[in-house]
């Protein structure tokens, strides 16, 4: 399937390594720039090289913190006009309510709810003029299944959600649409270094905890982060005008309900 995105721009945040760099990949595999920030300059110029030498496309990397006003303004700096906008910010930590206070909250917030809002908000007029626009919200499959430990993430994704929802539907008619990407577990570092915490608590080696988790999964397995990417494009590409404020959930099945 032509995808219909060669030659446009997409600004992919936090996209070093994890999902965000399996988005920003399958994107740029499909011949569309990509601009991608993350906080460390390391790995994300090594990702920037890896994703020119197997595409050949034209690759910007911004180091930054994007859930801050200097990190966006330099991201936007570098991209403020993308046809594809991707949000993608590391979620906070778990822990029991009891233990937060206001600053844990409003910081949970500002990354995982208020900086998309605030990108969407810098980019989303010049993506109407231009009559095409994609944004693909990267939230987490605790959106529709609670994680009793990520109060904070639970909170400030849903807010997200319901933001997106609404939105959405006002900007569909310009070819305009927000969609999200909830992930289940995907093989990545986030995923192995949970793994290995959950090793040690429990005297066992991190392989079989990863095994376990697999065999968890009606599925089989965790996730390869490629066919997250592969999801992203199509949610981004030219065939996917109709699809509008949904939240399309990568679990392998582990979400049990009739309807979604």
């Not at 032509?2 to 988005?23: E, H, N």
């Not at 231009?130 to 109060?151: D, E, Q």
Request: overall charge neutral; hydrophobic content about 45%; charged content about 15%.
């Amino acid at each position: 399937m032509d995808t219909g995105l060669k030659g446009k721009t997409a600004l992919v945040c936090a996209a070093s390594k994890g999902l965000g760099k399996a988005c920003a990949m399958a994107l740029a595999q499909e011949g569309v720039n990509v601009v991608i920030t993350a906080r460390g300059a390391e790995a994300l110029e090594a990702t920037a090289a890896e994703i020119r030498a197997a595409t050949g496309v034209t690759v910007i990397a911004v180091a930054g913190d994007i859930t801050t006003p200097e990190g966006r303004a330099a991201a936007l700096a570098a991209c403020p006009n993308p046809d594809i906008l991707v949000n993608n910010a590391g979620g906070p930590p778990p822990g029991d309510f009891r233990s937060w206070e206001r600053a844990d909250w409003i910081a949970a917030l500002d990354a995982n709810m208020l900086t998309p809002i605030e990108l969407i908000k810098s980019v989303i007029d010049g993506m109407i003029a231009k009559g095409f626009g994609r944004i693909v919200n990267i939230t987490s499959g605790s959106v529709k299944s609670p994680i009793a430990t990520l109060g904070m993430s639970n909170g400030a994704r849903a807010g997200l959600t319901g933001f997106v929802g609404g939105l959405s539907r006002q900007v569909a008619k310009h070819n305009v649409t927000i969609n999200n990407l909830l992930p289940g577990p995907f093989l990545t570092d986030r995923l192995r270094a949970n793994a290995k915490a959950a090793a040690e608590a429990a005297g066992k080696d991190v392989d079989v905890v990863l095994m376990e988790r697999a065999k968890a999964s009606p599925a089989g397995r965790v996730g390869d982060p490629a066919e997250f990417g592969a999801a992203c494009v199509f949610l981004c590409s030219a065939q996917s005008g109709f699809i509008v404020g949904q939240n399309l959930l990568l679990d392998g099945g582990a979400f049990n309900a009739t309807m979604g």
